[in-house]
């Protein structure tokens, strides 16, 4: 057994580093403050002081960077003596300089870089595009890393480092912060001062020309001081290494973020808004979204410290009717749910409060009431099944003292530790008590009922957005095949062409290959022969001219419910069509229904490439002739049903359907939604899909109109181009070994409870030689990072056997994460105790070894106990090289995938 020395999650991307050598960013040893004359007295002052006022224990060295010129034309910039190569420095000088001491900086040993604000110069943004390239090709050599241009630095209050401009030092605490914005990042600090909230860490980006964002967050997923992630953001440059980052980090932390933008306008030829695709990417990652600063702490605090929620119900009891009526009416407006209690529990409730007290939800208790009874009342309501969570509304009362309140509720609320209680303390000095006691106790505690219900609904979005995050769609889909062979004939026939729009014919056999119904009615002839077409069909119709010598669509006239109807509007069709495109010459009719008879309105359904994110699939209702394209719901492929679902309920296109009609209405567009997702995994050369109207029926939709856009590719991209990586499901083999049917496929979220079986399988030694110690039990946490892998990242394939039950097992499992270049990966790779020595252990290994050159890895490594003679010989006999490891008792093993790197 083998295990994977280096837990770094890492993203391939050529040219990007992500972790390596963070390190020297956030824990140096020594920092070195280099500054250009002119530059000293604004910043590099101020982050020496810092430095000191910080107490960070390590070096601390002033460096002066001198310019040399000669008759006034600008030279070398030289760096002062350095005794020792510094881990980190702080750039304080000119744009155009930093290049230089970069270079300087790396030739003596320095592995990371600050550059802070820059003194104003006069390039233009084409120079300082350059100076910025510049100054990544002087760090490249030596793998340095950058933190900016024009960033103000990094706190790590734990290890005594403020290497920023920021105004004070936060106490240590759980919570990481990381701001695009210096304004941002100088007020959140400020205001953890102020309160006394501790940090782990706090970073500003600036221009981000290295470290950025995701290489931020792969840090912070996996540093041990951090509890929560609070990200402030505006934009981002690639949405792919974004979406691997961001769904890292969300498995194990709860991330929040606020970002600006709800105003942003829709762009030309997109029918969403920018922000709406960043919302629906952060709802994907498994984030939350807020709006105001001042909740930003509170939320990542509230989300580090609830228990899971199993629903979203929310009972409210507050000490007076207007309080509980405010709570409610906070949570109503923003679209939360209050508990209906049963009759049992509102039976119970009757024999706790004095009779005639009105039962419901919220509940108002009598002002009266003692905490003994609060007490008693709030287990009542805890115990109701169809209650989530429940919301505490105290105010100041003389018959029940704050203190004796909330010692009361918290006593309640450590008993039933599968409900959150929330509490709201409404007052002032009277309250503080009341809320440092329910602080204490680890229970929510709020100062205003709107604080509060807006705390609880960001945790219902991020219960359903660990949901989403936990969705892992096939890269093949599994309810339906496609006549993948059709479609790809229909574009490579428009293509030929020389089309960018599919014609009618080509777009409809495109979309019936994948299991959407394209519509084709017949051209009528005459204004009776349209007449007679709209009987069969069925009014109301929309009315159509196809006219000959013009080769778009000619106009449309809509909602025809009679032949009156039908005569007056060809006339008036007639007459426009004319005036618009003299000498037109109108060939017949044509007629389509105008609405679907189960009754949904018509919808559109659609895919636009946005700049960041990639294809974006939206749904909403069918746009009007020349109206604005607006109002649609988004979400990013690739899709399943599950993800399917999430966005037809978001878009509320079913409001209006008949209840007991709705679930089949939303099944059918799922269905569809389902089969463009795949028609954009496996059909490169579609670039944007509109298909508007849409109707839909619960035997499925039907497309009346569809504009589909296409473009010749150099090469196949696939799901490459989508910002989420689906399951590889073409890696999935079926194999028969020891006469025993099994599936070796790569792992997926559902197989937290097999992978701990299989781990609690291992016996004593096993487990050893697994992982360098006993491993047992792992936290579902763990189990959770194991699982619920980003394959762009790494590789996990399990070989699984279905009992007589019906029940997989997992006998096996081998584990590959590449470095950033691609060059090496290092396995990791277990089996049942019962199965090592029968050959499962090789037929998992031979796998990934396949997979790894089929993905362009130079060489794969791993390292093992030397007595581990099993695995030794396994090593040998696939070619591996094998050699006495760094640690004692250790072996290294190593074998080169490729003589020379794929580029």
Known sequence: ????????????????????????????????????????????????????????????????????????????????????????????????????????????????????????????????????????????????????????????????????????????????????????????????????????????????????????????????????????????????????????????????????????????????????????????????????????????????????????????????????????????????????????????????????????????????????????????????????????????????????????????????????????????????????????????????????????????????????????????????????????????????????????????????????DGAEYPLAGSIDAAIRGADDIGYPVDLGLVCASYAAQGPLAAGLRSPGDIRIAARDLRDRARAEHPGCRISGYRLRPSAARSGIPALRFGVADDPVFGPVIYLGAAAAAGARQGGVAVALPPLNLALARDLVQRSGVAAEAADGDRAALETAMCKALVHLSQLLTDIDEVAAVELDPVHVEAAGVQVLDARIHVEKRGRRLGFRRFAIRPYPKELEQRVEWRGRQLLIRPIRPEDEATLNDLLCSLEAEDSRMRFFGTMRNLPRSQLARFTQIDYDREMSLVAVERGSDGVEHSLGEVRAMADPDNLVAEFAIVVRSELKGQGLGRLLLENMIDYLRARGTAELRGETMSGNLRMVHLAQDLKFEVKTGADIGTVDLRLPLHEHPPH
């Open 1 to 516: 057994m083998v295990r994977v020395r280096r837990a770094a999650d890492t993203h391939r991307t050529k040219n990007n580093m992500t972790v390596r050598n963070l390190e020297f960013l956030f824990h140096p040893k020594s920092v070195a403050v280099v500054a250009t004359l002119d530059a000293r007295a604004r910043y590099a002052e101020v982050v020496q002081r810092n430095l000191a006022a910080g107490g960070f224990p390590g070096q601390v060295i002033p460096v002066t960077a001198k310019k040399r010129s000669l008759l006034g034309i600008a030279g070398h910039v030289h760096l002062g003596k350095l005794d020792a190569a510094p881990d980190l420095a702080v750039v304080c000088a000119a744009l155009g300089d930093v290049p230089q001491i970069v270079a300087e900086l790396g030739a003596r040993g320095t592995r990371a870089v600050i550059v802070g604000p820059s003194l104003r110069t006069r390039m233009n943004g084409e120079q300082v595009q350059e100076v910025r390239k510049a100054i990544l090709d002087a760090a490249r050599p030596y793998m340095m890393r950058i933190l900016g241009p024009g960033s103000g630095g990094l706190v790590v209050p734990g290890s005594g480092l403020n290497a920023s401009v920021a105004a004070g030092t936060p106490a240590p605490g759980k919570i990481a912060l990381i701001a695009q914005s210096a304004a941002v990042a100088a007020a959140a600090v400020d205001r953890a001062c102020s309160r006394g909230i501790g940090l782990s860490s706090v970073l500003h980006l600036g221009a981000s020309v290295d470290v950025d964002l995701p290489d931020v967050l792969d840090w912070l997923a996996a540093d041990p001081s951090t509890e929560a992630i609070l990200v402030q953001f505006d934009t981002i440059a690639g949405g792919r290494k974004f979406m691997s980052a961001a769904r890292a980090a969300a498995r194990n932390k709860p991330v929040v973020a606020i970002r600006g933008g709800r105003g942003d306008a829709p762009q030309a030829g997109r029918p969403f808004t920018p922000d709406e695709v960043y919302q629906a990417a952060l709802r994907r990652a498994g984030w939350v979204r807020i709006d105001m600063l001042e909740d930003l702490f509170d939320a990542a605090e509230a989300m580090a410290r609830v228990r899971p929620m199993h629903g979203e119900q929310l009972g409210i009891l507050a000490n007076g009717r207007g309080l509980g009526r405010m709570a409610a009416d906070a949570l109503l407006r923003s679209g939360g749910r209050l508990a209906t209690p049963s009759a049992e529990t509102l039976k119970q409730l009757g024999e706790l409060l004095p009779p005639g007290s009105p039962l419901g939800n919220p509940l108002a208790l009598p002002a009266d009431i003692t905490p003994a009874n609060w007490a008693a009342t709030l287990e009542a309501v805890l115990a109701d099944p169809a209650t989530d969570a429940v919301l505490t509304v105290h105010s100041p009362s003389p018959f029940a003292p704050g203190a004796e309140v909330a010692t009361a509720i918290c006593g309640v609320a450590r008993q039933h530790m599968e409900r959150n209680v929330f509490t709201c303390w409404v007052g002032g000095n009277a309250m503080l008590e009341a809320q440092q006691i329910a602080a204490a106790h680890g229970v929510l505690s709020h100062d205003s009922p709107e604080k509060a219900i807006a705390i609880f609904l960001g945790i219902v979005d991020y219960e359903r957005n660990r949901d989403l995050l936990a969705q892992m769609p096939p890269s093949q889909a599994e309810d339906f095949t496609a006549d993948s062979e059709a479609a790809r004939e229909a574009v490579a026939e428009a293509l030929d062409a020389g089309a960018a729009t599919l014609p009618a014919r080509q777009a409809r056999r495109l979309l019936q290959a994948y299991g959407i």
